[in-house]
């Protein structure tokens, strides 16, 4: 969902909740039924995100994702922001997302809250789980 | 000897290597490699080039050009090496338009090749076009001295050969290294038997030296750095004295030694792959002793790939890497320690922090 989609959902909700008055519990509580559907829905975009990393389609040149990063690994996800010294600045995993589909792959870079973007991403950290962050680090 | 030649492949760098080819003073070389021993000979190793189709006569050209630079640069080794050792993955998916396409840009090495077989050159057609256009999928022979066995290590289980609906289905589901539904590598029971037939009447200090696509111990199971028979294989060599395996498939500077075997394995010109320790989810078994290659930069399209040229002297193996884009190193046998070791950076104190891989 794009951002301003977002916050026209979010003022809807909002209005709904002031014209409701206090009767519903609202934001702040929620049930592990919920816990249980948003993971579900993490995991779904994660799948998605494996499925495209691994697949011949996303650049131009059958190359995919995973040839060079098995299990998504040497991507490090946990060290952006970092400085990149060929692009001469502090760049984004997304940015070096793109650099791999725009090189490597010989493909499009794709827009930044592209949901395929976010897929691989989730992904990416996924696969990266558990490991602190570590901004910054070479 | 290694000095010299590290000399003179440097030399080659900064000249380029056509210049080079006619200004080097070869002969110089040629004097400082000499040996009268017969049994020190030199040959060069070319891996894992996964030559891509992308359409038609389309190919990945990256994958090509770093073949190609393989090639021309083996050709410019003075002197030539006996022979070259092709470590398999010729091509990416088994296609014959990509093994008809390696063996085209193969056919410029100026030398003879000793050819091993891959999974990406297999699993479409189960070896089939390779066995009649390449190669025998094993085999052996003899060289100053030296017995080599070539081994077809990237067989499977049959019940998961027959799983699949297509071949091409099969293949691809060989060639994703990270595959869950993967099955394990193995050499297996009938070509054991064949190797335990043709080491019989080898001299145990004859030195062997065998050539597989799969390292023939167990690092990492869930990428098949692996082989399920492994230990088979090693009990079939434990009776020599001198035994080196020089193996492909992990695209990285990687060594080891097990009880009598010593293990080197070989860059791909190709891409280079993580080490397992990089993959926190699983615990892995990369061997302590390995001095880890350069972490790979993603912007220098041939980093991280390379080739390599072993002497055997006296029936050891030095490795020498030639790595594109990073100082060249030399893995070889340490006979007071009995296992490999890099001439430069073994100790802890030389290490660069490149080679930190986290």
Not at chain 2, 171 to 194: C, E, K, T
């Amino acid at each position: 969902m794009r951002y301003h989609d977002t916050l026209k959902h979010f003022m809807a909700a909002g209005a709904a909740a002031l014209a409701l008055g206090a009767a519903s519990a609202g934001a702040d509580e929620f049930t592990r039924a919920d816990l249980e559907k948003w993971r579900k829905e993490f995991m779904a975009v994660v799948q998605e995100g494996e499925r495209l990393f691994h697949s011949g389609k996303l650049g131009g040149n059958t190359v995919s994702c995973d040839m060079c990063h098995p299990n998504a690994s040497n991507t490090h996800p946990e060290t952006y922001p970092k400085f990149q010294k060929q692009l001469g600045e502090v760049a984004t995993l997304r940015q070096m997302i793109n650099w791999c589909i725009e090189n490597p792959l010989e493909g499009k870079p794709l827009p930044l809250d592209d949901p395929r973007m976010v897929a691989l991403e989730a992904y990416i950290t996924y696969e990266r789980r558990g490991v602190k962050l570590d901004p910054g680090k070479h | 000897m290694s000095v010299e030649k590290i000399t003179r492949r440097s030399f080659l760098k900064r000249a380029g290597a056509v210049a080079a080819a006619a200004a080097a003073p070869v002969s110089l070389v040629e004097i400082a490699w000499g040996r009268s021993d017969a049994r020190n000979f030199t040959f060069a190793y070319i891996s894992d080039s996964h030559l891509t189709q992308i359409k038609g006569t389309k190919f990945v050209s990256n994958f090509d050009r770093g073949l190609k630079r393989a090639i021309a640069e083996v050709n410019f080794m003075s002197p030539k090496p006996d022979f070259v050792v092709f470590g398999g993955d010729l091509a990416q998916l088994g296609k014959r338009a990509e093994i008809d396409h390696g063996l085209e840009l193969m056919s410029a090495l100026r030398a003879p090749v000793k050819w091993v077989v891959g999974e990406h050159d297999f699993y479409l057609d189960m070896g089939e076009y390779w066995a009649e256009k390449v190669a025998p999928l094993h085999y052996s022979f003899d060289h100053k001295g030296v017995h080599f066995v070539v081994l077809n290590s990237i067989l499977t289980y049959e019940d998961w050969i027959r799983k699949w609906s297509t071949p091409e289905e099969r293949m691809l589901a060989m060639a994703r290294l990270d595959n869950p539904q993967g099955s394990p590598f193995m050499v297996g029971d009938a070509q054991i038997r064949w190797l335990r037939k043709d080491l019989a009447g080898v001299s145990s200090d004859t030195p062997v030296v065998v050539l597989s696509h799969s390292p023939l111990y167990k690092v990492f199971k869930p990428w098949n750095f692996w082989t399920d028979d492994a230990e088979k294989v090693q009990a079939e060599l434990k009776r020599f004295r001198k035994v080196t395996v020089i193996h492909g498939h992990v695209h990285q500077v990687l060594y080891n030694q097990i009880g009598n075997i010593s293990f080197y394995a070989m860059m791909s010109t190709a891409w280079p792959w993580p080490y397992p320790v990089s993959y926190v989810q699983v615990p892995n078994a990369v061997p302590k002793l390995t001095v880890f290659m350069n972490r790979a930069d993603p912007h220098s399209e041939r980093d991280g790939t390379g080739w390599g040229w072993l002497d055997l002297d006296s029936g050891r193996a030095a490795m020498h890497y030639e790595l594109w884009e990073n100082r060249p190193r030399t893995v070889r046998f340490d006979p007071k320690t009995g296992r490999p070791v890099d001439t430069v950076y073994q100790d802890p104190d030389k290490r660069i922090p490149p080679q930190m891989h986290y």
